[in-house]
């Protein structure tokens, strides 16, 4: 059991500073550093002037997809549409324990690179049945000492168009899935994209859940489902228990329109999560030049209010054949994609990692703060532009002081 970690800079803070943790596991004080250094106590960590932070966050991950590559076809167009296609076939054929096997590598990945906290999606449906959750569920288990996990049920060949996936979901829900999930704009009709996101809300109520929906993850400016999930969200009374993930089609509107979602965004206090690796690489396809980037107006999202964070979302996937696990490599696509380079905009970028993603998950005992779960990562680094710069894994990551990896 760790008691200490010194000599550690920490965000916000001029100096180096001690940070106390007592025996429940939770952060006591933040002291600055006394001059003559740190005791010789093997309890007490010494950071060596690195940078201390909360442990991160991947908000927005597909653990049952991850290091399925090599099991289906070539994504030949490199597209969404042909990804779903080839994964809806996959899928099929797959065990539980391939899912549950496949999941842990990346679950591991994910702890090196010091995730302490994974909201994944699992796929549920007629094509899905019950294996893949089973699968998730299993690996969750068997790595609850060194990770938390949340799992969103995800509908991932539509609700309305996949008949047998509402109760799947149920189902799903009621062995231990966490959050209700959606693919709002994967439906044959817009009509059909209302009725999904409503048939979202009613399952919500039934368990009371926070829902998290892919939507609008295209480049069409005649893709609305998102506006219909906010205004939905104000008239259910579910404010800040919805997540919009993607949301990628709100970068193709024009600013007037943009500015009218946004506000029922801020109305519904829902949270915004990018992706911006895969939405980078999924996006703009069918584009000439200049070329779309792919990604959600992440800026002006932050500027007016709302909660924004960013997810790995794909790990050596038919979607995305890149993804470590590591979520500085996904901050520098970050901050590469929505120009968030200068010292404001790297903050913003460290936040999407760590404290708003907390909030979008609602993990009460998070961050670096006194009577927090001493849950933290000690890089080598002494600053966040230098962390984003060389990406490289905690030196250590403590779990509730407990050391997991490292040191
Ligand atoms: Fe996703």
Redesign the pocket.
């Known amino acids: 059991m760790t008691t200490a970690v010194t000599n550690a800079h920490l965000r916000g803070r001029d100096g180096l500073w001690t940070i106390a943790i007592v025996a429940d596991g939770t952060i006591a004080s933040l002291d600055p550093v006394q001059p003559g250094g740190a005791p010789a106590d093997p309890t007490v960590i010494d950071a060596d002037g690195g940078l201390v932070l909360p442990a991160f966050i991947d908000c927005?991950?597909?653990l049952d997809l991850a290091y399925s590559l090599d099991l289906v076809a070539p994504n030949t167009s490199g597209t969404l549409v042909e990804a779903i296609g080839h994964w809806s076939e996959a899928k099929r054929e797959l065990t539980a324990e391939n899912v549950r096997q496949r999941a842990l590598r990346a679950i591991d990945d994910e702890i090196s690179f010091g995730v302490g906290h994974i909201r994944t999606?699992v796929d549920v449906g007629t094509a899905a049945e019950m294996r893949l959750c089973e699968g998730i569920l299993a690996a969750r288990e068997a790595t609850r000492e060194r990770i938390d996990i949340q799992i969103v049920v995800?509908p991932q060949d539509g609700i309305v168009q996949d008949p047998g996936a509402l109760e799947q979901m149920r189902e799903a829900m009621r062995l231990g899935c966490d959050v209700i999930g959606g693919i709002a704009h994967n439906e044959r009709t817009e009509a059909d994209s209302r009725r999904h996101i409503d048939l979202l809300f009613d399952l919500a109520e039934e368990f009371d859940a926070d829902i998290d929906c892919?939507i609008d993850?295209t480049d069409d400016p005649r893709s609305r489902c998102t506006e219909v999930l906010a205004a939905k969200t104000v008239e259910r009374g579910w404010q800040g228990r919805v997540t919009a993930?993607?949301v990628c089609a709100l970068a193709s509107y024009d600013d007037e329109h943009a500015a009218r979602v946004i506000s029922l965004l801020v109305e519904g206090r829902v949270h915004v999560i990018t992706?911006p690796g895969?939405n980078l690489h999924l996006q703009g396809r069918g584009d000439r030049y200049p070329k779309r980037r792919g990604l959600t107006r992440v800026s002006e999202l932050i500027d007016a209010g709302i909660n924004v964070s960013a997810?790995q979302?794909?790990i050596r996937d038919p979607?995305y054949p890149l993804g470590t696990g590591n979520m500085l490599e996904v901050g520098h696509l970050l901050i590469h994609a929505d120009h968030l380079s200068t010292p404001a905009g790297i903050e913003r970028v460290a936040d999407c990692i760590t404290d708003n993603p907390a909030k979008a998950l609602r993990l009460d005992g998070y961050g670096l703060a006194v009577g927090k779960r001493a849950d933290l990562v000690i890089l080598d680094a002494a600053d966040m532009t230098e962390v984003f710069r060389t990406r490289q894994a905690p030196r250590c990551v403590l779990r509730g002081g407990r050391r997991v990896m490292g040191c």
């Open positions: 927005h991950l597909h999606h995800f892919h993850e993930s993607h992706n895969v997810g979302d794909c979607f």
